[in-house]
């Protein structure tokens, strides 16, 4: 039988820095706490906390996210300079192949959704 996970539940968070090569401000410590994810990771979601810091991504081509700023304002900067920013209450959604700066501007708390869409082969 399938159950309704409950974010309540007690999960054991994953911590990690961002990558020095793609590190621009601070070396945030980053949580994940990851609530429900599918076995073929094509979907994964739950809550994720950062420090104050900003740091290069570059999403795959078939990777989207969706979140809510639960708390803290984070900073999203495209590569033609728009800058989005996202405080509590407000969500918003990294689009498949977004290459820019992601910044935590307050320490941040956030509910993430993860969907990877299926490679297509390529023809060569």
């Known amino acids: 039988m399938l159950a309704i996970t409950h974010f309540s539940q007690t999960v054991t968070p994953v911590a990690d820095q961002p990558r020095p090569d793609r590190l621009l401000a601070g070396n945030p410590q980053r949580h994940t706490w990851t609530h429900y994810e599918t076995a073929d990771e094509a979907l994964s979601c739950g809550i994720w906390a ?3 810091g900003a740091w290069r991504i570059q999403f795959a081509d078939n ?3 969706f979140f809510c700023v639960i ?3 984070v900073r999203l900067h495209d590569e033609a300079g728009t800058v989005v920013e996202v405080k509590p209450g407000e969500a918003a959604v990294i689009p498949a192949g977004f290459t820019g700066v992601f910044e935590v501007v307050q320490p941040v708390r956030k509910y993430f959704v993860v969907g990877q869409t299926p490679v ?3 023809h060569g």
């Open 50 to 52: 950062c420090e104050t």
């Open 71 to 73: 708390e803290g304002l």
């Open 63 to 65: 990777k989207h996210e």
């Open 120 to 122: 297509a082969p390529s």
